[in-house]
């Protein structure tokens, strides 16, 4: 898709958990058009993904890393305590008698490759993370400092991921305020692309859903009423949501069925963008033949 022009695409990746996941056939679709977003924000599981995107990793390579990662829990606790050298200790943060939580950038640690760079600011592509100061009931953009304490801000799930401390203040997950940060890519991009995994509660499958389940299950009703909200108020161009509702927010390890069902929304967005990056730009006239007997190679355009 050779053109004039440079196309600026901001590109937004929300929360959702498990949902998330389906973020990475998006970041698949980018790629096999050969184009990359000028800027990513994510919040939440989008924040984890967008990380690992950001820092170098081609989508099909974060598939790839999933795929290791999920197919299996055996396969996952051989990571965590093997390569990663994990202690149990290590993933659960106790802060009094009624305060266990799962550790927050120990977690981002286990999930992201060791080879990403360790500071926002080094990425490959400018990275936006959302987190909110809870004392302050404020948002929070990240867009420097470590790469782990960042994303493990951003992934703090209230009374079940326990989120790093920065600059002396305790953050929760971006969500709570804003769950699919695409007004943060609005200056000097020529489109916003926004991905919005939030969707619906999934279906219960028995009469008393665990406590877990249902708390972060009304979190996602919460996302999902503030993030059609902030659409309405100001629609980026191009808004999707792959079909995972029926995905629980803690189903990571029916990572190939999420991926399955992304495919349908990865093809609709290649097409999406490539209308619009091919409206956005001048395509190059290909070369003229050079004259009969002449001596150089007359071209169409500077």
């Given at each position: 898709m050779a053109s004039d022009k440079v196309?600026?695409?901001?590109?937004?990746?929300g929360g959702g958990g498990a949902r998330?996941?389906?973020?990475?056939?998006m970041l698949e679709a980018f790629d096999e058009l050969g184009i990359k977003p000028a800027m990513i924000?994510?919040?939440?599981?989008?924040?984890?993904?967008g990380a690992a995107y950001a820092g170098g990793m081609s989508g099909r390579e974060i598939r790839d890393h999933a795929l290791r990662l999920l197919s299996n829990k055996i396969d996952m606790a051989r990571h965590v305590f093997g390569a990663k050298q994990t202690k149990l200790g290590d993933i659960?943060?106790?802060?009094?008698l009624s305060s266990l939580h799962l550790d927050g950038q120990?977690?981002?640690?286990?999930?992201?490759?060791?080879?990403?760079?360790?500071?926002?600011?080094?990425?490959?592509?400018?990275?936006?993370l959302v987190a909110v100061d809870f004392e302050r009931m404020e948002e929070v953009v990240l867009d420097s400092?470590?790469?782990?304490?960042?994303?493990?801000?951003?992934?703090?799930?209230?009374?079940?991921?326990?989120?790093?401390?920065?600059?002396?203040?305790i953050h929760v997950d971006g969500g709570v305020k804003?769950?699919?940060?695409?007004?943060?890519?609005?200056?000097?991009?020529?489109?916003?692309?926004a991905v919005d995994v939030t969707g619906k509660p999934r279906t219960l499958s028995r009469a008393h859903p665990s406590n877990i389940e249902l708390a972060v299950g009304s979190l996602l009703i919460m996302f999902n009423e503030l993030a059609e909200l902030r659409r309405a108020q100001n629609p980026p161009a191009i808004y999707l949501y792959p079909e995972v509702d029926h995905f629980a927010a803690g189903d990571f390890f029916k990572v190939k069925e999420i991926f399955a069902a992304s495919e349908a929304t990865k093809d609709k967005l290649k097409r999406s963008l490539e209308m619009r990056v091919?409206?956005?730009?001048?395509?190059?006239?290909?070369?003229?033949?050079?004259p009969q007997g002449g001596g150089g190679i007359i071209s169409g355009g500077s």
């Amino acid at each position: 898709m050779a053109s004039d022009k440079v196309t600026k695409i901001g590109l937004a990746l929300g929360g959702g958990g498990a949902r998330g996941l389906a973020h990475v056939l998006m970041l698949e679709a980018f790629d096999e058009l050969g184009i990359k977003p000028a800027m990513i924000a994510g919040c939440s599981m989008g924040a984890l993904v967008g990380a690992a995107y950001a820092g170098g990793m081609s989508g099909r390579e974060i598939r790839d890393h999933a795929l290791r990662l999920l197919s299996n829990k055996i396969d996952m606790a051989r990571h965590v305590f093997g390569a990663k050298q994990t202690k149990l200790g290590d993933i659960f943060s106790l802060r009094g008698l009624s305060s266990l939580h799962l550790d927050g950038q120990k977690l981002v640690d286990i999930a992201l490759p060791d080879h990403l760079p360790a500071r926002l600011e080094d990425m490959k592509i400018p990275l936006k993370l959302v987190a909110v100061d809870f004392e302050r009931m404020e948002e929070v953009v990240l867009d420097s400092g470590p790469t782990l304490q960042a994303v493990g801000a951003s992934i703090a799930i209230p009374g079940l991921v326990a989120a790093p401390m920065i600059n002396g203040r305790i953050h929760v997950d971006g969500g709570v305020k804003n769950p699919v940060p695409f007004n943060h890519l609005t200056h000097g991009m020529d489109f916003v692309v926004a991905v919005d995994v939030t969707g619906k509660p999934r279906t219960l499958s028995r009469a008393h859903p665990s406590n877990i389940e249902l708390a972060v299950g009304s979190l996602l009703i919460m996302f999902n009423e503030l993030a059609e909200l902030r659409r309405a108020q100001n629609p980026p161009a191009i808004y999707l949501y792959p079909e995972v509702d029926h995905f629980a927010a803690g189903d990571f390890f029916k990572v190939k069925e999420i991926f399955a069902a992304s495919e349908a929304t990865k093809d609709k967005l290649k097409r999406s963008l490539e209308m619009r990056v091919r409206a956005l730009t001048v395509e190059r006239p290909p070369p003229l033949p050079s004259p009969q007997g002449g001596g150089g190679i007359i071209s169409g355009g500077s």
